[in-house]
């Protein structure tokens, strides 16, 4: 069973920084892309950034320059420095872990995290 976990959420205000943090655990052979997105009230589900086992790296339009993914593959953990924070970044960020394939398996599937609440004061 393979299981994502999220941490590093919290109240910020507007220009500061968090830093999210996904630890992957199972049994896990490879995994082709890890990425953040997140979801506001009222809105739909929307990717934040996405870093690939080769290391290429894919951000919204609203956090490019702001925001910097970053992967470990030993550890198949991923994390999103985010910077400058705005109001408009509140919402839940769910971890997710693309092309997952389990030791011993041959089919891969996609995995999510529960999510972790940021929330960015004015």
């Known amino acids: 069973q393979v299981q994502l976990v999220e941490s590093g959420g919290g109240l910020v205000q507007a220009g500061g920084s968090l830093r999210l943090s996904c630890a992957s655990s199972?049994?896990?052979?490879?995994?082709?892309?890890m990425g953040w997105y997140r979801q506001a009230p009222g809105k739909e589900r929307e990717l934040v950034a996405l870093?690939?086992?080769?290391?290429?790296?894919t951000y919204a339009e609203s956090v490019t320059g702001r925001f910097t993914i970053t992967r470990d593959n030993a550890k198949n953990t991923v994390l999103l420095q985010m910077n400058s924070l705005k109001p408009e970044d509140t919402a839940v960020y769910y971890c997710?872990?693309?092309?997952?394939?389990?030791?011993?398996?041959?089919?891969?599937?996609?995995?999510w995290g529960q999510g972790t609440q940021v929330i960015v004061s004015s």
């Open positions: 997710k872990a693309n092309g997952v394939r389990v030791l011993g398996g041959i089919v891969r599937r996609d995995y």
């Open positions: 199972g049994s896990i052979f490879s995994i082709n892309a």
């Open positions: 870093i690939t086992s080769g290391g290429s790296t």
